[in-house]
């Protein structure tokens, strides 16, 4: 069965800090995998989007890394600020076999920053 | 602002009822997706149209419909309404050119809550 499994379920750490949020995933044959913020009551923002052959990608402080043959994600964020306070979410896309969409999620890493 | 509107913002109704959901897509985007997000769930897609015709299906139940029409919106219809229906819907689309590595915007979502 697929899965994305994200960890930790919460987190807060203080302002200015950096912090790598984790995810594991058992989907297969693997496609790509995004890296989604989102704030509370809103819809998700993307942040990476890495295929099979990327290991590593940025998006000003955030930067993912990827370890397909771990099947192992990180998202680091540097220099944390007041504005990172969000859930940041997992998705993993099998690769399409005719019109079936394979898009796994995670349950999301809830992150709060404070002062 | 990703450019996705979605109507209603809130919508109230009673169990056994039925409602209509509508996604409006980035201009000049040709898919659109739909997502069910529970508060003990993460997101769970549910349903896929590109250029008018569906795409791909998720966890999408027989009581749920979609459809999108000439002008690119899209309406999501869920009828026979259950308290376990509570759940914010989002509305993604993307240009439908790029595959699977593509960026989806999502929408503000639309709250239901059956009663």
């Known amino acids: 069965k697929n899965q994305v499994e994200q960890s930790p379920q919460s987190l807060i750490i203080l302002e200015g800090k950096n912090c790598t949020l984790q995810?594991?995933?058992?989907?297969?044959?693997?496609?790509?995998l995004r890296w989604y913020k989102q704030d509370t009551g809103r819809g998700p923002v993307s942040l990476t989007i890495?295929?099979?052959?990327?290991n590593t990608k940025s998006n000003g402080r955030y930067t993912a890394t990827l370890d397909a043959d771990t099947k192992q994600s990180s998202l680091h964020i540097t220099a944390s600020q007041l504005s990172d306070s969000a859930s940041y979410i997992c998705?993993?896309?099998?690769?399409?076999?005719?019109?079936?969409?394979?898009?796994?999620f995670g349950t999301g890493t809830r992150l709060q920053v404070t002062l | 602002d990703s450019g996705v509107t979605q109507t209603p913002k809130h919508l109230i109704t009673a169990t056994g009822q039925r409602v209509t959901l509508r996604c409006s897509p980035r201009?000049?985007?040709?898919?659109v997706y739909w997502y069910q997000q529970s508060l003990d769930q993460g997101l769970q897609f549910l349903i896929q149209?590109?250029?008018?015709?569906?795409?791909a299906k998720g966890n999408i139940l027989e009581r749920f419909s979609a459809q999108q029409f000439p002008d690119l919106h899209s309406e999501l219809n869920l009828s026979s309404l259950e308290l376990g229906d509570s759940a914010l819907y989002f509305c993604?689309?993307?240009?439908?050119?790029?595959?699977?590595?593509?960026?989806?915007?999502f929408g503000p979502g639309t709250r239901l809550l059956v009663l």
């Open positions: 993604a689309s993307s240009t439908g050119l790029a595959g699977v590595q593509e960026t989806q915007y």
């Open positions: 995810c594991n995933y058992t989907v297969s044959p693997f496609s790509n």
């Open positions: 890495m295929t099979f052959s990327e």
């Open positions: 998705v993993v896309s099998g690769l399409y076999t005719g019109t079936a969409s394979k898009l796994t």
């Open positions: 201009s000049g985007d040709l898919s």
């Open positions: 149209y590109y250029n008018g015709e569906e795409r």
